[in-house]
T-cell receptor
Framework: ETGVTQSPTHLIKTRGQQVTLRCSSQ?????VSWYQQALGQGPQFIFQ???????GRGNFPPRFSGLQFPNYSSELNVNALELDDSALYLC??????????????FGNGTRLTVT | AQSVTQPDIHITVSEGASLELRCNYS??????LFWYVQSPGQGLQLLLK??????LVQGIKGFEAEFKRSQSSFNLRKPSVHWSDAAEYFC??????????????FGKGTKLTVNP
């Protein structure tokens, strides 16, 4: 069973640039969620994708966007990067569309630094 | 709005000692509750979860947690801590996101240091 994999592991960008983070779901999982974890904080929900559509969103501006592909992998795109976007971005996959009874399986994250 | 409070930012225990990490939640209905562990530079690993039924939940690595509705608490316990338990621990509650999907609302975490 292949776990959740994220790439790249680390990334350094300049304020105002755009970034794309990638996530491959665990085998058999059809739902992907993205979380932002700032230093010293708990993860915060960005959005969730199911059947290639966003079906849930947290309190993040529109410059945070995503995609889910037919193979259930996903991308997180952030435009116009700000210094406060520096964080660990975690991808989690699960089975089924919208149930907390579905356990989230997290990847190891992408550490984004904005300078 | 749903929220999770972990009152202890940092806890230090000796190896072999017992451990209790506190978690209080705010949620209107019967909550789904979770404990995750995060080692440095790693993602989150699920230790245990509570959905319904028995209020004492057993998890991996010898951890257990007890759901107390009257106290809105879901404290994590381990009778004897090992040095490998040093990590950051997050309590989370399931909630509904805009758009209808479920999401997890996390506390700020408790960092556990284990002394030899």
């Amino acid at each position: 069973e292949t776990g959740v994999t994220q790439s790249p592991t680390h990334l350094i960008k300049t304020r105002g640039q755009q970034v794309t983070l990638r996530c491959s779901s665990q085998s058999g999982h059809n739902t992907v969620s993205w979380y932002q974890q700032a230093l010293g904080q708990g993860p915060q929900f960005i959005f969730q994708y199911y059947r290639e559509e966003e079906n849930g969103r947290g309190n993040f501006p529109p410059r945070f966007s995503g995609l889910q592909f037919p193979n259930y992998s996903s991308e997180l795109n952030v435009n116009a990067l700000e210094l406060d976007d520096s964080a660990l971005y975690l991808c989690a996959s699960s089975l089924a569309g919208a149930s907390s009874s579905s356990t989230l399986h997290f990847g190891n994250g992408t550490r984004l630094t904005v300078t | 709005a749903q929220s999770v409070t972990q009152p202890d930012i940092h806890i230090t225990v000796s190896e072999g000692a017992s451990l209790e990490l506190r978690c209080n939640y705010s949620y209107g209905a019967t909550p789904y509750l979770f404990w995750y562990v995060q080692s440095p530079g790693q993602g989150l690993q699920l230790l245990l979860k509570y959905f319904s039924g028995d209020t004492l939940v057993q998890g991996i690595k010898g951890f257990e947690a007890e759901f107390k509705r009257s106290q809105s608490s879901f404290n994590l316990r381990k009778p004897s801590v090992h040095w490998s338990d040093a990590a950051e621990y997050f309590c989370a509650v399931g909630a509904r996101a805009q758009g209808g999907s479920e999401k997890l609302v996390f506390g700020k975490g408790t960092k556990l240091t284990v002394n030899p």
